[in-house]
């Protein structure tokens, strides 16, 4: 007979080498719900040029394009809605092979033209995110890799310093190494047709755009260099054939902490990026005499400054543009040739989760043919996060 100690130990053995042949099993995902329910109220004066209806989407928040020109200035227009109000799903898993993956979706109600303001104001959600992240690979819906969500101001409205940045969000493939990232993103080209009109949408693009990003800091300074590759495309004649253009844009912003203050700004510039500026106010290119592609030549500008009042109260002021460099032998006169807005806020949070702001701005919009418009908005939110 063995001694008990060592019977104990053989014991003991035989317990942990079968436990180190079984099977490792994926733990049961870790489910979290967060969000914010936000109120925005604000008037409109269109100085030139008539009001648009309440369902029309630049009465939900500021779209540079949007802004009437010429004619006559119409009354000022109210309109209150509750669209932004957000909800965030995440969840987070370990698996079997020890690794972890991580997911979002993220819903909001902003741009879907479903209902309207007559008796319930009933909106459907929109897909904003859908993603994961597994090791250094983020694959589905996502903000761009072209783009820095850091030098975004705080805003009443819904991105503030929206003429001359860069926002997009896309499907994609995104591989990040330390502040390094490149990604595949969905390809789409918006093109001017010949002698101007309204603008074709083009999905004919096999090759995915291209981007690369790194992100930096030293000191009190945070900052950004993104680039972009792409490629046009777009079946002109109608034959079943492309004509094709190559696409590039380059963008700059950085962050400068002053204490509890902070600057934020940016600048982009390029050449058939079209979409990626100011929510797609100038096209990636435009079709020639020939029936080829030509790009368009754009650029956008940002700037930014937030002011600690005290702990719980804040201003921001900001100025955005955005322009192109049109031929206007190709697009005509009636394309826009420069859009831009100032504006300054005031919020107020008397809890860490509970805003609420008041915001003064004025926009402007000049075409090529030297027509113009501004358009002067007062807004008000209410914002609870959870």
Do not use: C
């Not at 007979?1 to 317990?15: E, G, H, I, N, Y």
């Not at 540079?64 to 965030?88: C, I, K, L, M």
């Not at 996502?142 to 896309?170: C, H, K, M, Y």
């Not at 804040?314 to 504006?343: H, M, P």
């Amino acid at each position: 007979m063995l001694p008990k100690t060592l019977t104990k130990s053989l014991l003991a053995s035989a317990v942990v080498g079968a436990i180190a042949m079984t099977p490792a099993h994926a733990a049961d995902p870790e489910w979290s719900f967060s969000g914010y329910i936000k109120l925005d109220a604000f008037m409109s004066d269109y100085q030139d040029g008539t009001a648009p209806s309440s369902g029309f989407i630049g009465r939900q928040f500021y779209i540079p394009s949007t802004t009437p020109v010429g004619g006559n200035g119409d009354d000022v227009v109210t309109d209150v809605h509750a669209r932004q109000s957000r909800f965030f799903f995440d969840v987070s898993q370990d698996l079997d092979n020890g690794e972890t993956v991580k997911a979002r979706i993220e819903l909001d109600f902003l741009t879907v033209p479903v209902g309207d303001e007559r008796i319930t104001n009933s909106y459907a959600p929109r897909l904003r995110q859908a993603y994961f992240t597994y090791g250094n690979w983020l694959v589905g819906q996502a903000w761009s890799n072209f783009q820095n969500l850091s030098i975004l101001p705080e805003s009443v409205d819904f991105i503030g310093a929206t003429d001359g940045i860069i926002f997009a969000r896309q499907p994609q493939i995104r591989y990040t190494q330390g502040g390094f990232s490149v990604s595949a993103e969905n390809p789409e080209t918006t093109v001017t047709p010949f002698g101007g009109g309204g603008r074709i949408t083009s999905s004919d693009g096999v090759v995915p755009d291209l981007t690369a990003k790194y992100v930096g800091k030293s000191g009190d300074l945070s900052y950004s260099i993104a680039g972009l590759v792409r490629q046009l495309a777009h079946d002109v004649d109608g034959d079943g054939s492309d004509e094709t253009a190559s696409g590039y844009g380059i963008s700059v912003g950085a962050k400068w902490q002053l204490g509890k203050n902070d600057i934020r700004a940016s600048f982009q510039t390029g050449s058939g990026f079209g979409r990626y500026l100011g929510l797609n106010t100038f096209n990636a290119a435009v079709v020639d005499a020939n029936g080829d592609l030509e790009t368009i030549d754009s650029s956008g500008i940002t700037l930014a400054y937030r002011h600690m009042w005290s702990e719980k109260a804040r201003s921001n002021f900001v100025y955005s543009r955005g322009w192109a460099d049109n031929d206007t032998a190709l697009t005509g006169v009636s394309v826009t040739e420069y859009t831009q807005r100032i504006g300054a806020n005031y919020m107020y949070s008397p809890a860490k989760n509970l805003t609420f702001g008041a915001e003064l701005s004025r926009a402007t919009r000049e075409t090529e043919a030297g027509v113009d418009g501004d358009m002067t908005r007062l807004q008000f939110m209410a914002m609870y996060s959870f």
